[in-house]
């Protein structure tokens, strides 16, 4: 029977370091609660909140190492450590929110899924008021959860064997080069070019006067496409306070947000002086035409229904460059914060700003995300792509001889007919997924059925924004709660490594 079960062993004793190693993490907040000791809640309970949950992740972890035998997972022993991982990793990160705040576990549990799977959905208010420690532990959330949460434990710890497995379970499942050989040293590049950049992007806000707090919270927020900021009323508080560089800021937010919507491998081309990987490739390239058309489609669609298109045309001196500015800012602002499944807003998307047109694109740039190998969520542009050349593919053979050759071709390189098979399951599933979980909130709230399709959307989507307001996210039904828990996983992993967590033969070998 032990035997039986040598799978199962691997996979506790591998969460047993992870958990470990999330211990340590749950110390780093600790020093915004030294730090502001008496001042913005901090004091004895937010240390609680944090050193509780840092000795009982370590303890768990050191028992599950010490009970059950380590070893190399194979490919279905590493999805299952990864399935279990993200949900471990949320079981003990939702501890400082019900011990601080006096959350219900399972608030704190959407809150933590929330924010390791990047998603950006929140189900709190208040947060400006909140102690320092917990929009903190917030933001560094989505950052650990940016790249990985197992890529960050293989980066920092990790000497076993069986990494390529693992990384493997966590990635995106479409293939790509590597950068330099080994999984290892992959890991810590993409870790150190992340890190690189987050350190950047917080310099930058900071320069701009942007309190170093904030900055700090709002790089981990950007690179990682979370989403989670420090106040309620997200991007849009600069603006709101009139700070001197509100639009400075979103422009840098934008950009920091882009960096992150990218695949990784770009930027690491690009870091070697090879700056034609910026648009060398079909993916980048259909990436580039979203953004661009998604803003130009939008910025037109606003003007027209605002009359500002006609007063062009008719009084060009009425409409200054700063009113076409504001609308190019808070368009290209939201279309990179959708595209790239990023949290942020600088308005409600439901907002009057946005015509009826624009709310339907949102939806489609829902579906899209951001690019294989980025920090995004969402289907990946990738996929699109390997969608749309099926349809031609299938059109192409209709009129074509029959002998003639119908491989499909991508940057010069045939597409593994499994892979093409992968994108189409898992566009069904994800159709499918929407169904289910825009039909379970529209019975268990009082939500519309746009409404209810924007929230599954955005939780399997990884993308935060919807339309259901933050008001009625906080009061949702359990159950529906429980069904954006399991829809965000499930986006964040691909849904198949959640699956295997359900098969009882999956866990043994």
């Known amino acids: 029977m032990r035997h039986r079960y040598r799978r199962t062993q691997r996979i506790l004793h591998f969460n047993g370091l992870l958990l470990q190693t999330l211990g340590v993490v ?15 809640g901090e004091g004895p309970v937010t240390a609680y909140a944090f050193a509780v949950p840092a000795a009982a992740a370590f303890l768990v972890g050191w ?7 380590g070893g190399t997972p194979g490919t279905a022993g590493s999805m299952i450590i990864c399935g279990l991982g993200w949900v471990f990793a949320s079981a003990f990160g939702a501890l400082p929110f019900v011990i601080a705040l006096k959350a219900s576990y399972l608030s704190g549990y959407f809150e933590a899924m929330s924010g390791f799977t990047t998603t950006g959905i929140t189900v709190f208010s208040g947060l400006d008021e909140m102690p320092r420690s917990i929009l903190f532990w917030r933001a560094l959330t989505q950052w650990v959860g940016g790249i990985g949460i197992l890529s960050f434990f293989l980066a920092i710890t990790f000497k076993g064997g069986g990494a390529h497995h693992i990384y493997g379970a966590e990635s995106h499942k479409i293939a790509s080069t590597r950068p330099v050989p080994g999984i290892l040293h992959t890991v810590k590049i993409l870790w150190a070019i992340y890190g690189g950049f987050t350190l950047a992007g917080a310099v930058a806000l ?3 006067k942007m309190h170093p707090f904030d900055a700090i919270c709002h790089a981990l927020a950007s690179l990682s496409t979370g989403g989670f900021s420090p106040h309620d009323a997200s991007m849009a508080y ?7 560089h509100f639009r400075l800021i979103e422009y840098t937010i934008t950009l920091l947000m882009m960096l992150g919507g990218i695949n990784f491998l770009i930027h690491y081309r690009v870091l070697t002086r090879d700056v034609k990987a910026l648009w060398d490739n079909v993916e980048i390239r259909t990436w580039w ?24 045309f008719t009084h060009p001196g009425v409409i200054s460059l700063s009113d076409v500015e504001t609308v190019f800012r808070r368009t290209s602002f939201q279309v990179t914060a959708i595209l790239t499944t990023t949290g942020f807003s600088t308005q409600d998307i ?3 700003f946005f015509p009826a047109l ?22 990946k542009v990738m ?3 390997i969608l749309e050349r099926l349809m031609l593919r299938e059109l192409f053979k209709l009129r074509a001889p029959a002998k003639a050759s119908d491989a499909l071709i991508i940057d010069k390189r045939p597409v593994p007919d499994d892979e093409a098979h992968r994108t189409a399951a898992l566009f069904f599933t994800w159709l499918l997924l929407i169904l289910v979980g825009g039909g379970i909130t529209a019975l268990f709230s009082n939500q519309g059925a746009l409404e209810s399709l924007s929230g599954m959307f955005s939780a399997l989507g990884n993308i935060g924004p919807c339309y259901i307001s933050n008001a009625d996210l906080i009061t949702l039904n359990p159950v529906v709660k429980i069904t954006y828990i399991f829809g965000m996983l499930a986006g964040r992993l691909e849904i198949l490594p959640v699956l295997l967590i359900f098969s009882r033969k999956a866990w043994r070998g």
């Open 26 to 40: 749950f110390l780093l907040p600790l020093v915004l609660v030294a730090g502001y000791w008496g001042r913005f």
């Open 63 to 69: 028992m599950f190492r010490r009970v059950f035998t």
């Open 206 to 208: 900071a320069l701009m």
């Open 238 to 244: 600069y603006a709101q306070t009139g700070h001197p």
């Open 289 to 312: 035409r979203f953004v661009a058309g998604f803003v130009i489609v939008i910025m037109f669609d606003h003007m027209m229904k605002t009359g500002m298109l006609a007063t062009v």
């Open 350 to 352: 439901g907002s009057a």
């Open 358 to 379: 624009s709310r339907q694109l949102f939806l489609a740039m829902m579906v899209i995300g951001g690019c294989v190998g980025s920090t995004s969520g969402g289907f």
């Open 383 to 385: 996929r699109i792509v």
